[in-house]
């Protein structure tokens, strides 16, 4: 187990230990006012990262223009979430 793991460079919170893990928020794209895609993970600390995306939406219907600029912003959620970029920092 390493004590002291740098922070995920895409992190843009990064919450603290709790046993093994610490999570992480990433990027997030906004359609609109209402409708959210963010990158979020999770950090062990033998190095391995978890990256997941969180769909935010009002339980209204949406209309076809917001689904397709919602499928842009998963499309580069899901791009984000497969990078693995270099970490930042140690903490």
Request: aromatic residues 6%.
């Amino acid at each position: 187990m390493i004590a002291d793991l740098q922070i995920p460079a895409d992190a843009t919170w990064i919450g603290a230990w709790e046993g093994d893990h610490r999570i992480f928020d990433g990027k997030e794209w906004t359609i609109e006012h209402d409708i959210t895609a963010t990158v979020y993970g999770t950090q062990h600390r033998d190095g391995r990262i978890r990256r997941m995306i969180a769909l935010g939406c009002s339980a209204d219907p949406i209309t076809s223009e917001q689904a397709r600029k919602l499928a842009t912003a998963l499309i580069a959620a899901a791009d984000a979430a497969d990078e693995c970029p270099p970490s930042r920092g140690l903490r």
